[in-house]
């Protein structure tokens, strides 16, 4: 059953949501790189795509959980991780694994999907970096998950997802503020459509 868990959580992870977007005449989602979502056109892209990125981890960890409790949930939320960043979709970029791990997260512990969702905003108001401010974010989840202790197979997941994410994106801390990643009021967010 855990392997059949595993496998259902990796496929759901490996879904290429923007395919999605595409096809169904929602607004197109500009840029997409194998770090993540690069909304360009507006915020409203973004959101929309980073919804269905957070719905692919919430429905593999909702799934694991039904068949096999809090070992399957645990196990769905970290294989739809890992199913977004090396996804089967050889010509498809996975996003960044973070909308993904925050949609698990939020079915295993809700709390720590809003502590690391505020860390993530104020980072973001004070820096105007979306790569520094997942930085914090992930670092902030994985000190409070291991402070506040919720419960095993969450603590599990959020170091498993926070170290297989940092390890795809390593290398990249150098071009963050050397104008590799514009910050955010550089990159002409219009308003909401």
Do not use: C
């Not at 990796?10 to 395919?19: C, E, K, W």
């Not at 506040?148 to 071009?175: E, Q």
């Amino acid at each position: 059953m855990l392997i059949l868990i595993a496998v259902t959580g990796y496929l759901i992870g490996s879904l290429p949501v923007f395919t999605l977007l595409h096809s169904r005449r929602v607004p197109r989602v500009s840029h997409l790189s194998p770090g993540g979502i690069r909304p360009g056109r507006g915020l409203r892209e973004g959101m929309i795509f980073a919804g269905l990125q957070m719905g692919k981890g919430a429905l593999a960890t909702l799934t694991g959980l039904l068949l096999a409790g809090w070992t399957g949930g645990a196990l769905a939320a970290a294989a739809a991780v890992l199913g977004d960043l090396f996804s089967l979709f050889r010509h498809v970029h996975g996003g960044g694994g973070v909308a993904v791990a925050a949609g698990g997260l939020l079915i295993l512990s809700p709390l720590l999907v809003a502590l690391g969702m505020s860390i993530y905003l104020l980072t973001l108001v004070l820096t105007r970096y979306f790569s520094v401010s997942v930085l914090f974010a992930s670092i902030g989840v994985m000190v409070f998950s291991l402070v506040l202790f919720p419960g095993v197979y969450v603590v599990l997941v959020v170091l498993f997802a926070g170290g297989v994410i940092w390890l795809r994106n390593r290398g990249r801390p150098d071009r963050w503020f050397k104008g590799m990643e514009p910050p955010v009021w550089k990159r002409g967010f219009r308003r909401w459509r």
